[in-house]
Antibody
Framework: QVQLVQSGAEVKKPGSSVRVSCKTS????????FSWVRQAPGQGLEWMGR????????TSAQSFQDRVTITADKPTNTTYMELRRLRPDDTAVYYC???????????WGQGTLVIVSS | EVVLTQSPGTLSLSPGERATLSCRAS???????IAWYQQTPGQAPRVLFY???TRATGIPDRFSGGGSGTDFTLTISSLEPEDSAIYYC????????FGGGTRVEIK
């Protein structure tokens, strides 16, 4: 059974960067697409971007395009999301999610809380 | 980008009652690429349905999904206390989007 395990909570200053990792186990890695989705406190879900490790193809949501970098390390079955120039409104839980064969996000990481505060 | 509008914002119902959640898309959805997720406090979302009406593994049959075009629904035929959650619809396309969510409260 696939499992996505994310790195731990972070507290960052405005203007800095954060990198969150997501390690996959229990299934093949590189043939799936992995997305990053964030959820601000008390708010809904916001898609940030995705990577297909096999092709090293990355697609980012327009609202994050100049601030987010998504990468994958195939030997360790890990995907990373780096968000730069952090602002207080980037405070959120960040999830990685795997797009299943049928299309929806069928497996999710446990979430990583990122707090941006001076 | 497809905008998904969910209604109502909150449903407050008693156990055993029927809940009907709506998800309206700003344009017609091809191939019914709509999924529904359930999220309980402190947890990641869990997929309930994909393809608008295909139930994911392990989802009880009191849940049903339907719709096409621009209008989709999630129905819970007889609410259980554990159904208290926020439910999101999701258009899984090359540019994925989520609805704003419907909170279901059990009285």
């Amino acid at each position: 059974q696939v499992q996505l395990v994310q790195s731990g909570a972070e507290v960052k200053k405005p203007g800095s960067s954060v990198r969150v990792s997501c390690k996959t186990s229990g299934d093949t890695f590189d043939t799936y697409a992995f997305s990053w989705v964030r959820q601000a406190p008390g708010q809904g879900l916001e898609w940030m971007g995705r990577i297909v490790p096999l092709l090293d193809v990355v697609t980012s949501a327009q609202s994050f395009q100049d601030r987010v970098t998504i990468t994958a390390d195939k030997p360790t079955n890990t995907t990373y999301m780096e968000l730069r120039r952090l602002r207080p409104d980037d405070t959120a839980v960040y999830y990685c999610a795997r797009r299943g064969r049928d299309g929806p996000f069928d497996s999710w990481g446990q979430g990583t809380l990122v707090i941006v505060s001076s | 980008e497809v905008v998904l509008t969910q209604s109502p914002g909150t449903l407050s119902l008693s156990p055993g009652e029927r809940a009907t959640l709506s998800c309206r898309a700003s344009q017609s959805i091809t191939r019914n690429y709509i999924a529904w997720y359930q999220q309980t406090p402190g947890q990641a979302p869990r997929v309930l349905f994909y393809g608008a009406s295909t139930r994911a593994t392990g989802i009880p049959d009191r849940f049903s999904g339907g719709g096409s075009g621009t209008d989709f629904t999630l129905t819970i035929s007889s609410l259980e206390p554990e159904d208290s959650a926020i439910y999101y619809c999701h258009h899984y396309s090359s540019s994925p989007t989520f609805g704003g969510g419907t909170r279901v409260e059990i009285k």
